[in-house]
């Protein structure tokens, strides 16, 4: 089945810096990649998402890049802010956005005032 | 719009209990719904998929008798862990699918302490 990787797993950039979480994933047929941005005790929120037929997509201040040759994809922050801290997870999934998700193992992103 | 409420969103109770979590779509329906854990500082791990109207689908290791999920209207779907204990308290979060192929949607979880 398929496999997520995420990496790193704490990540402090300082105020206004930009920061990447990347991932990788082992099913070749995965075609939806979200990313998710979970504060403490809530729920997950869908920030960004990428499908297999797009290299790149960008919202704001928010980036994901895919690479389906070396089957990896990436969130930018730009112009980090302290409420940009959370945990972040990447995800991936076969059947598109209506199909089960295998998540990542999170990254946890300080961002210093 | 899209709203996904779960019930309880804490609950404390004694080893050997068994515990039903709701996961209701509150403005949608949702054909699909699927059921995570998360334990402290770790990653979602999807528990199992619930399908309206069929017996849900178990990702390998989750034990289908110990956590009964029964999806029996296009709104509501539950999962029952029978016989709790210690090691079942976690983070349990469910997401529903719209029929209109949108994103899932996730509830707020429950927070669940066996004692």
């Known amino acids: 089945g398929e496999n997520v990787e995420q990496h790193p797993s704490t990540l402090s950039v300082q105020e206004g810096d930009s920061a990447v979480i990347k991932c990788t994933y082992s099913d070749s047929a995965s075609n939806y990649f979200p990313w998710y941005k979970q504060e403490l005790g809530k729920r997950p929120q869908l920030i960004i998402d990428i499908r297999s037929n797009v290299g790149e997509k960008k919202d704001q201040r928010i980036a994901v890049t895919l690479n389906k040759t070396a089957k990896h994809f990436s969130l930018h922050i730009t112009e980090t802010q302290p409420e940009d801290s959370a945990v972040y997870f990447c995800a991936a999934s076969t059947t598109g956005n209506t199909g089960k998700l295998i998540f990542g193992q999170g990254t946890t992103l300080q961002v210093k005032p | 719009g899209a709203v996904v409420s779960q019930h309880p969103s804490w609950v404390i109770c004694k080893s050997g209990t068994s515990v039903k979590i709701e996961c209701r779509s509150l403005d949608f329906q949702a054909t699909t719904m699927f059921w995570y854990r998360q334990f402290p500082k770790q990653s979602l791990m999807l528990m199992a998929t619930?399908?309206?109207?069929?017996?849900?689908?178990?990702e390998q290791g989750v034990e289908k008798d110990k956590f009964l999920i029964n999806h029996a209207s296009l709104t509501l779907s539950t999962l029952t862990v029978t016989s709790a204990h210690p090691e079942d308290s976690s983070f349990y979060i469910c997401?529903?699918?719209?029929?209109?192929?949108?994103?899932?949607?996730f509830g707020d979880g429950t927070r669940l302490s066996i004692l």
């Open positions: 997401s529903a699918r719209p029929t209109n192929n949108q994103p899932q949607h």
């Open positions: 619930s399908n309206e109207g069929s017996k849900a689908t178990y």
